[in-house]
């Protein structure tokens, strides 16, 4: 299957409401107006863009087609949200970053329930299919199920395992790993951590406390600190983001369960409020089914033309 047709399939909830609701509000036989803007910033709002995403694409929208008078279709009007998604999406892009030389570190962060161990799991069968020697390190010590998940995830994908026992240090195995990492010659090093403590500040402090271990152990790394967003949360996950980022200047969002969501206007929120670049998207649960982040697919497959669902 064609990637794009996956963004369409992934989408089609997102879409479809997005389509009907502009047939809704659309003035057939009219000039587009203010208030057609008003009412589709409205809407894109609603859709989770954000206040911000939203006023950028109605300014956009008010300038081709408002102010030069212009009379447009649905079609029209379609094609401009498109370009100007994309254009917002394509500002501050940027692909995973991985080098050669080894071990290259990533730290996967965010709340629980977002599917970081099976975004981990994912990211170690995407690397072994690239034939390079992955590891994977299980820092969630507070979840007991944590370690035994990411275990028989380590099986499945074939990619080797640290982990320690339920309630000790995250940070001491994550040395643990490393160390490991560099004896056996080992390509990718991937770590899963936990996303809940007993308050938000305790959480922080561990997670930077693991990256300055990998930081003096592994120089230059981690070389991707990647949030895993839940595409479904919506807004709630734009201010998880933001505490996230600044407490660990993230490199980039890998957005899980976008398949399951009506609200895909959230990848566009993450650019505009955030600046960080969406790096890879889940698109279902198998090992597979994660996917580099693409601004122009992405705004292709939630702005198709026509029925197709």
Not at 92 to 109: A, E, T, W, Y
Not at 150 to 156: D, N, P, Q, T, V
């Amino acid at each position: 299957m064609a990637l794009l047709e996956r963004f369409q399939i992934s989408l089609r909830n997102s879409r479809r409401g997005l389509r009907d609701k502009l047939s809704k509000i659309f003035p057939w036989g009219h000039k587009v107006d203010s208030s057609f803007i008003d009412d589709l910033e409205a809407i894109l709002i609603e859709a989770d863009t954000g206040v911000k995403a939203a006023t950028a694409i109605g300014d956009y929208l008010r300038k081709e087609l408002v102010d030069r008078g212009r009379s447009a279709d649905l079609n029209t009007i379609q094609e401009l949200l498109m370009e100007r998604i994309i254009a917002i999406l394509s500002a501050n892009h940027l692909p995973l970053q991985l080098g050669d030389n080894g071990p290259q570190v990533i730290l996967l962060v965010g709340v629980n329930g977002v599917g970081k161990t099976t975004t981990a799991a994912k990211l170690a069968y995407r690397f072994k299919q690239q034939n390079r020697k992955v590891m994977l390190v299980a820092a969630d010590t507070f979840r007991a199920a944590a370690g035994d998940q990411l275990e028989a995830w380590a099986r499945r994908v074939n990619a080797g395992l640290i982990k320690g026992a339920p309630g000790s240090d995250p940070a001491a195995i994550v040395y643990d790993g490393l160390q490991a990492a560099k004896s056996r010659g080992i390509d990718v090093v991937i770590v899963d951590t936990a996303g809940r403590f007993h308050n938000r500040a305790g959480l922080m402090e561990e997670l930077k406390k693991i990256k300055r271990v990998i930081a003096r152990e592994a120089p230059g790394q981690p070389v991707e600190t990647l949030m895993v967003l839940d595409a479904t949360t919506g807004q709630n996950g734009i201010a998880q983001a933001q505490v996230f980022h600044q407490a660990l200047d993230l490199t980039g969002i890998v957005l899980s369960k976008l398949d399951g969501t009506a609200k895909g206007g959230v990848v566009l929120a993450i650019a505009q409020d955030l600046g960080i670049p969406v790096k890879l998207v889940g698109l279902g649960e198998k090992p597979e089914d994660l996917e580099d982040f693409s601004p122009a697919l992405f705004g292709q497959a939630l702005c198709a033309r026509g029925d197709d669902d």
